[in-house]
């Protein structure tokens, strides 16, 4: 008996028909996390992106049959496979990922937690006054770690505590407790999972750019890079000046320390010469008799 094919419908071959199409034509192709993502800020994002991006969402199955289709002509764009989590979505885009990344990242919305949410980050409940009057919510608090007392007829959290950590489930008791204390730990947006440009995936730790941090350590390597060539003398538009004036200062010093003559330094070498010998007339007790100053100052004034 011949073996029946797999049924394919004419609406899948199309999505995997259009993105293929989509991963051959785009140089940037970022996976995303559509999972938890409300339809209203689904919608906002896609008016930000709408002129640099195409948001693309279907099945993880037909995704991957598009990027097995298109590989041949991308190298290394199969690895993306590894990071199509959750509900995936892919963008397509000529963008630098970066700038990518950075505009999906300043497009979050804050908002409280839910139960069954992993947490992305630990949650903590800082130390500080609380809104509740003492009651059978301070058994809850304790329940979930964090210590309390009574301030001013109301509860009190004593010290920072961690409810849930990094990674974990939130559950549902701490997500309540959480809201009602106006704690929102979790971030609506789409979340960037990777990156493929030129062969290369680029995770969301690696686009993740703190703009204080990188304009710092700029600000060092340049630093570090002037002090560099100002030590070596190589000479640069940044340090020709610094060089000359060092030039100078060093040819100066070692006209002084050889008593060399030269315009520049002839008025400290006399400076330098009457130093020397008030010094030696005062190590050697020479006394200047005050006819002879008074007729040197004379003559001074003569000629």
Same mark, same amino acid.
């Given at each position: 008996?011949?073996?029946?094919?797999?049924h394919?419908?004419?609406?899948k071959?199309?999505?995997?028909?259009?993105f293929?199409?989509l991963l051959k034509?785009?140089?940037i192709?970022a996976?995303v996390?559509m999972?938890?993502?409300p339809?209203p800020?689904?919608?906002k994002?896609?008016?930000i992106?709408?002129?640099n991006?195409?948001i693309?969402?279907?099945k993880r199955?037909?995704?991957?049959?598009a990027?097995?289709?298109a590989?041949?002509?991308?190298?290394?764009?199969e690895?993306?496979e590894?990071?199509?989590?959750g509900?995936p979505?892919l963008?397509f885009t000529?963008d630098?990922?970066f700038?990518l990344?950075?505009?999906?990242?300043?497009?979050?919305?804050?908002?409280?937690?839910?139960?069954g949410?992993i947490?992305?980050?630990d949650?903590i409940v800082p130390?500080?006054?609380?809104?509740f009057?003492?009651?059978p919510?301070?058994?809850?608090?304790?329940?979930?770690?964090?210590?309390?007392g009574?301030?001013?007829g109301?509860? =009190? @959290?004593?010290? %920072?505590a #961690?409810v849930?950590?990094a990674?974990?489930?939130i *559950?549902? !008791?701490a997500a309540?407790?959480?809201?009602?204390l106006g704690?929102?730990?979790?971030?609506?947006?789409l979340?960037?999972i990777?990156?493929?440009e030129?062969g290369?995936?680029f995770?969301?730790?690696?686009?993740?750019?703190?703009d204080?941090?990188?304009?710092?350590?700029?600000?060092?390597?340049?630093?570090?890079?002037?002090f560099?060539a100002?030590e070596?003398?190589?000479?640069t538009?940044?340090?020709?000046?610094?060089l000359?004036?060092?030039a100078?200062?060093?040819?100066?010093?070692?006209?002084?320390?050889?008593?060399?003559?030269?315009d =520049? @330094?002839?008025? %400290?070498l #006399?400076t330098?010469a009457?130093?020397e010998?008030? *010094?030696? !007339?005062?190590?050697?007790k020479?006394?200047?008799?005050?006819?002879?100053s008074?007729s040197?100052?004379?003559?001074q004034?003569?000629?």
């Amino acid at each position: 008996m011949a073996e029946k094919k797999a049924h394919v419908s004419e609406n899948k071959k199309k999505v995997v028909q259009e993105f293929t199409a989509l991963l051959k034509q785009y140089p940037i192709v970022a996976a995303v996390n559509m999972q938890n993502m409300p339809a209203p800020q689904l919608q906002k994002m896609r008016a930000i992106l709408r002129e640099n991006v195409i948001i693309r969402m279907t099945k993880r199955r037909l995704i991957k049959i598009a990027i097995d289709n298109a590989k041949a002509s991308k190298p290394g764009l199969e690895k993306l496979e590894a990071y199509l989590p959750g509900m995936p979505a892919l963008l397509f885009t000529k963008d630098n990922p970066f700038k990518l990344n950075k505009i999906l990242q300043q497009n979050k919305s804050k908002a409280p937690a839910k139960g069954g949410q992993i947490a992305p980050n630990d949650l903590i409940v800082p130390a500080g006054a609380t809104p509740f009057a003492p009651g059978p919510v301070i058994g809850e608090l304790a329940a979930l770690g964090i210590k309390t007392g009574v301030e001013g007829g109301k509860i =009190a @959290i004593k010290q %920072d505590a #961690v409810v849930v950590k990094a990674g974990k489930e939130i *559950s549902q !008791k701490a997500a309540e407790i959480l809201t009602r204390l106006g704690i929102e730990p979790m971030e609506i947006g789409l979340d960037l999972i990777a990156a493929y440009e030129s062969g290369i995936i680029f995770t969301k730790d690696v686009l993740t750019v703190d703009d204080a941090v990188y304009l710092s350590n700029l600000e060092n390597a340049s630093r570090t890079a002037f002090f560099l060539a100002m030590e070596i003398g190589y000479a640069t538009k940044a340090t020709m000046e610094p060089l000359i004036i060092k030039a100078f200062r060093d040819a100066k010093a070692l006209g002084l320390s050889q008593t060399i003559m030269a315009d =520049a @330094i002839i008025g %400290d070498l #006399v400076t330098k010469a009457e130093r020397e010998m008030l *010094s030696l !007339k005062n190590a050697a007790k020479i006394e200047v008799s005050e006819k002879n100053s008074s007729s040197s100052a004379e003559d001074q004034k003569k000629n």
